[in-house]
């Protein structure tokens, strides 16, 4: 996808998205809990983001959750920077993509070793790259 993926208008995101995709990169909404087809992807693979294409997290570091959303225990170097959230009367830590600044979900501390981290994704925000 283009390198200037940060130079595009809310119209061309508007163009280039799904109205739900839309809705979570660039407005930060959530997806309902067990709709992506992403959560039960096993295969290996990258996951990239839906907005600009940029890989994300890497399928060896997919766990099951069972929160109804993808969840990593890291993302790729580089790949991704946090902000704070503090929408919903709670504090989070919020996740977006490096390039786009696509809002991608949260992360929290309470995910397996070896991070203990849990990137907590909505699945509509990213796109799913097989392994040749």
Request: hydrophobic share 30%; net charge neutral; charged share 30%.
């Amino acid at each position: 996808m283009s390198e200037n993926a940060d130079s595009r208008t809310d119209e061309d995101w508007r163009k280039l998205l799904s109205p739900e995709a839309y809705k979570v990169l660039r407005k930060h909404a959530t997806e309902r809990a067990g709709t992506s087809p992403l959560n039960a992807e096993k295969r290996k693979g990258v996951f990239a983001c839906a907005g600009c294409g940029a890989k994300l997290f890497d399928s060896a570091t997919k766990f099951e959750s069972g929160t109804g959303w993808p969840s990593f225990w890291a993302p790729r170097d580089g790949a991704i920077e946090t902000t704070t959230d503090r929408s919903w009367f709670m504090t989070r830590t919020e996740v977006h993509c490096r390039r786009c600044q696509g809002h991608l979900g949260h992360v929290f501390e309470d995910g397996p070793k070896p991070t203990g981290l849990r990137y907590c994704m909505n699945g509509v925000a990213m796109t799913f790259e097989p392994e040749a």
